[in-house]
């Protein structure tokens, strides 16, 4: 209790801190002609309504990082964009990373319950509905122009996975690029990253861009565990078993109405944490590769009316080596192959003065749904799973204006979904008042519901090697969420957002160990969170620019009264940056605190602050751009909390790291 009032005091009194600063800057506004304001424009969403519109137009909490934040914050990952956003928080397991939301972060979710689109095109898989996050997430981030973070159930619209958020990553397009770029990165533990992209539109309207990077990381040389503090497990210290190496391609090509884009990205991970009773320091690793080709046509029939098409054929593919600790060695393979394509259609139209309508269709088979685990030498088939399945959908929304300032926007959508032996279907509705009484002030009342539906991987994987039973009579998950919003500019350079939200879930699925030892996918009963979440965000013409936000959220499962695990109470951000020496030189600091957690063995784990600081120049010698980071810039020890699998309840995560990048165009 008494940590846990220190943290609020101190960011209680940073807050305190800035209303000065605030108040100094205020002084010197300009115009609000200035070109230079952040909210002389508001900001605009696509993902919301599957439409361009305003955010405060549209019918969630929405927050939007730009490419000019990833490049002055230092960003490496998208996990490292979603930590800095209001409400969310990743955890890391020296494998994958995992994104929590609104007081959720369930060990072993594999991040399902958000729904993560590039350009619109769904990344979710077709086996563990997996959204990939760290270096494993298959794009540079280097290549996105802006993320669209939209909050709440979005079923109403997308279906499966759209439970608490979805995650719009748009890419940079050719005209980003004007020619050629290259990139080239090196820090701490012996990172490295290139990069090599060329855009350009050619005279008869071709738009083509190509980019290709490749990453390479030793990791921490040495990691110890305490779980495994025994000389025949050296001393529980993990030697030269974290390093992280990937290599992504990205092409966009464009003409006239249509777009045809190519994703291919792969990852490999040595795994020093023994997971799944593997050999401790052993050579456990992970590979990770996620392919899609997608073909969108768009035309703007008229000035009231557009129609949108799209066309793809996606893949993922997993492989997993793991040495078996046990006399003697037995190595277990653990590999999936997953394929399907899909179809959607979509036509919005204005009616009149007051509607704007949408109506869409979706078809997804998912054909290829392979699951294999065996050990090698002797030869054993512990698993041997191939599935099929399909889903449909069709949607409808509209927004209504009722007058100037009061506007209602309501949606439908019904998904059936087929899978060996059973057959699911889902309806879900979305309901927005919004009332906008002045260009300064929009208020929010919304109310949604949402489904995720168990996955190939839930259901029908099973193997004794790396101890999982077989989960096949799970249900889907379904929420609930009434949402209250007030987005307020409080001055021309000032904006602040009051958001309070009320979830109720029926179903979730988690990951519990049986009495055997063995671990299973079982749905648990009812799941109650409630949460207020508080931001600041603010941009001067002198370059100065800060976001603040708090946190305050309370997620508990109603069968035993107890806080979920992974969901810290807590949590308060600073993003600071400002122009030194000169305009083309930036500072960027940012300060993240987790209050505590708990993790599945019910330990608690304390809260922790991180500071990241980086420099950025751009426009020097013929346009190159450099910037310089520092990660924990105060060396701070803390843990995250982990699945159920492995003997460790928490995995300690990187002290100080560096790193420093060099751009050039050509």
Known sequence: MKTKTIARARWATTLLCLLPMFAAAEADTPTAGDENLLFGEIPTVYGASRYEQTTTEAP?????????????????????????????????????????????GRPG???????????????????????????????????????????????AIYGNNAFFAVI????????????????????SELTTKGRASFGKRYDNGLDVMLSATTYHSSGEQSLFFPEFDA?????????????????SLLANVSFGDFNLQLLDGSRRKDVPTASFGTVFNGNEYTTD????????????????????????????????????????????????????WGAESQYTKRLGADHRATVGAEYVNNYRQVQVNFNLDPYASLLNSRQRSSSWAAYLQDEYAITPTLTLTAGLRYDNLVSTGTVNSSTNPRLALIYDPNPDTAVK??????FRAPDAYELYYASPAVGFDPSMSLVPERIQTSELVLEQRLSESVRGVIDVYHNDIEQLISLITNPDGNVVF?????????????????????????????????????LTGQTLSNSPENMAKLNLRAPVLR???????????????????????????????????????????ISASIYNLFDRTYADPVSVGGREASIVQDGRTFLVKLTYPF
């Not at 000389?231 to 974290?242: E, H, K, L």
Request: net charge negative; hydrophobic share 35%; glycine share 10%.
């Open 60 to 104: 969630s909490s929405v927050s939007i990082v730009t490419a000019d934040d990833i490049q002055k914050y230092g960003y490496r990952t998208l996990s490292d964009i979603m930590r800095s956003v209001r409400g969310f928080y990743v955890t890391y397991d020296r494998n994958y990373s995992y994104l929590g939301v609104r007081g959720f």
């Open 109 to 155: 979710d594999y991040n399902s319950r958000v729904l993560f689109l590039i350009d619109g095109h769904r990344l979710n898989d077709d086996i563990y509905s997996q959204g990939l996050l760290g270096t494993e997430f298959p794009l540079d981030v280097d290549l996105i122009d802006r993320v669209e973070v939209i909050r709440g159930p979005g079923s």
């Open 168 to 187: 719009n990553i748009i890419t940079k397009q050719a005209r980003d690029f004007k020619g050629g770029e290259v990139s080239g990165a090196a820090g």
């Open 231 to 247: 000389p025949n497990t050296n001393n529980g210290i993990a030697v030269d078993r974290d390093a992280d190496r990937a290599d």
């Open 289 to 340: 590769t996620r392919q899609y080709l997608d073909l969108k046509y768009q035309r703007q029939l008229d000035a009231d009316s557009q129609v949108t098409a799209r066309l793809y054929q996606d893949f993922y593919g997993y492989y997993g080596y793991y040495p078996i600790d046990q006399l003697p060695v037995v190595v277990n393979y653990d590999a999936l192959d997953g394929r399907w």
């Open 445 to 450: 009342l919304l109310y949604g519901t949402a």
């Open 522 to 558: 079982e749905n648990v009963d009812q799941v109650r969170s409630r949460g207020l979440e508080l931001e600041l965000d603010g941009r001067w013409a002198n370059g100065l620019e800060c976001r603040a936000s708090y946190t305050l959220q309370r997620t508990i499962n109603e």
């Open 583 to 625: 305009s083309d030189v930036f500072a960027g600091l940012e300060m993240l605190y987790v209050g505590t957690r708990l993790t599945v063995q019910n330990t608690t784990l304390g809260g922790f602050v991180l500071t990241n600081l980086t420099l950025f120049e751009r426009r020097l010698q013929n346009g190159m751009e």
